[in-house]
């Protein structure tokens, strides 16, 4: 969506300082160079020392900036940020010197110490701590050594004029900051700035601050799992849980890596499949620790399991733009969704909700997955009364229907796990990718399960294929929505950074691994209620998405017109003192 693509794209301002000493050859460097363009242009030895004074504010900047925010701030800043922050306002310093060879030097030596007081203040309360009065020394360091240093470029009559300025942009950057602050405090009451801080805390040193806001906007929901449950003579036992909350929103953050750590909850007893249900960022977690409440509603049903030895044939049918693969397993159905080669996103909680409810007409449990499987770009989330939700419901419904006749049979499972050699970074979670084949009647199915978030559009056609080809009756591409492949784009689907190609040889030794396993199987099947999760809360993803977008919105125009006030003001004061 628009919206959400506003920011998304803030992503592409995100690096890394360079190391601090690279920054400190470059003010150096840079100092001699404006000495030296001084002399050339002036014919003189350069008596104003220009480039010395900028230099020697910057080095002092980068010297005394992270002992005092380590001493005042929440957060340590590093030797690098510092050297790149003295070095930035350097550069902006001699920026506005260019406005001395059209009004006056001094005048351009004044507004430049108000200006990076501002951009550094700005700067350090994004990263290190939101409260100015901590971060106000810090980031009047340089601004101060520039004073100083101005005292012999300009003489004393220049001072009055440079307090002014300061106090000047220092009113203005104060007055952006609680303005910058406003919408989040009063529709989310949460601090912007601090939420930048954790934000960034997090992207650099991994830390989890940020679940402390999710818990301050978070509301408890009750909603369901399905469980299959497999088990075999002599081999491990099987779990496939279709949960209907979400892996969100990033990283590590929430429950970005929920299918990870709920898989782990059981992996020591079963190989444990964590599909992706119905539910969009409303149903994020605020913290993993929530997994806890899902395993627990998983374990909760484990008492009351009736095993039986029978399975349907699958069945593959669509409804418009919705593919339906389903399959019984005893008095319960497992239905998996895709629109590929249309995109497929979240499905809203009631469209799962409803076909869960329609289904329980013929079935006793119902699991809904939406394979996820088919990206280009982050889109709109399927509502129910929308035209492919509609879709959705209609094309599980038939599938339910079609499949309450069908004739159940003994079946066999086999399965899998392969770890990728590929990284987050290239859309690939912890658990690589999991394949499940049931076998009835001589007809073997392949639940292949990534663990990522969506598939770049086409490749699934591409998989599915070469499993089919692989002697697999029928098969389906599904991913478990792993956030953890995620910053701050949503975009990172399975093929995008490594192809089809590369993949398939790790697919296609996973498959012929579940063949081999295969071996007679009984299932039980379940739902639980997941009580009491705390997660983002309806309709919340959107409306913090919101008030952040309109803040992106109006943060240009707001900053244009903080600096062309500030400067008039400096002006009309120079004109005055001067």
Known sequence: MAT???????????????????????????????????????????????????????????????????????????????????????????????????LDAALAYVFGLGFILAIRLL????????????????????????????????????LVPAILSILIF???????????????????????????????????????????YFRTIGEA??????????????????????????????SEVGGGNYPKHLHDEFSEQETVFIS?????HDFNLVSESECEKIA???DGTRAELSYESRAGLPLRSRFGTVSVLSQRFGNSILLVTTRSPEMTEDLDYAVGAIVMAEGHRWYENVGFVDA??????????????????????????????????????????GVAQRVLPFSREQGFGDMGVLVLVTEVAGMKTAYVLFDGNNVHMGVREVLRNAVLAAGVSEAEIMTTDSHVVNTISGRNPVGMAVSAEEILPHLLAAVSEAVEDLSPAEVASATGMCRDVEVFGPSRTVQLSATVNAMVTNLLPLSVLLLLVSFLITLLIFMVCI
């Not at 909603?223 to 496939?240: I, N, Q």
């Not at 992706?276 to 969009?280: I, K, N, R, S, V």
């Not at 399927?382 to 159940?408: D, N």
């Open 372 to 413: 996820h499987n088919c990206m280009v770009e982050v889109t709109s989330v399927v509502l129910p009364a929308s035209h492919t939700g509609s879709e959705y419901i209609t094309a599980s419904r038939q599938a339910m229907e079609h499949q309450a006749a069908a004739e159940l049979t003994d079946f066999s499972i």
């Open 170 to 212: 220092s009113i203005g950057i104060i007055s952006f900051l609680l303005l910058f602050d406003r919408p989040l405090r009063k529709a989310h009451g949460i601090s912007a700035m601090q939420f930048i801080n954790a934000f960034l805390a997090h992207l650099t040193d991994g830390s989890k601050g940020l679940e402390d």
């Open 4 to 102: 959400e693509a506003k920011t998304e794209n803030l992503s592409k301002y995100l690096f890394s300082a360079p190391v601090w000493w690279q920054s400190l050859i470059l003010m150096i460097g840079l100092g001699i160079l404006v000495d030296a363009v001084v002399y050339v242009v002036s014919g003189t030895a350069g008596s104003m020392m220009y480039g010395v004074a900028f230099a020697a504010a910057a080095v002092a900047a980068l010297v005394l900036t992270k002992p005092l925010v380590d001493l005042l701030g929440a957060e340590k800043l590093t030797w690098n940020r510092s050297a790149l922050v003295a070095l930035a306002c350097m550069i902006f310093s001699l920026f506005w010197m260019a406005i001395g060879f059209v």
């Open 221 to 250: 929901v009750t909603v369901p799992e399905t469980s299959f449950f497999f088990r075999r003579a002599g081999k491990k036992d099987v779990l496939f849980v279709v949960p209907n909350l979400h892996p969100g929103p990033l």
């Open 276 to 280: 992706h249900g119905c539910a969009t």
């Open 123 to 158: 700067v350090l309360t994004a990263i290190a701590d939101y409260r100015i009065v901590r971060m106000y020394l810090p980031a009047a360091v340089q601004t101060i050594a520039g004073v100083i240093l101005g005292v012999y470029l300009f003489g004393t009559g220049y």
């Open 296 to 298: 627990a509603a998983i």
